[in-house]
């Protein structure tokens, strides 16, 4: 269960990460 969560909050991160960037990239 720890691992899991870890997982998840880093693919999160990196989701929002991109999100970020994209945004950065269009404007």
Do not use: L
Not at 3 to 23: L, P
């Amino acid at each position: 269960p720890t691992v899991y969560e870890a997982v998840t909050k880093n693919i999160k991160e990196t989701c929002m990460s991109q999100i970020g960037w994209n945004r950065v990239i269009v404007e």
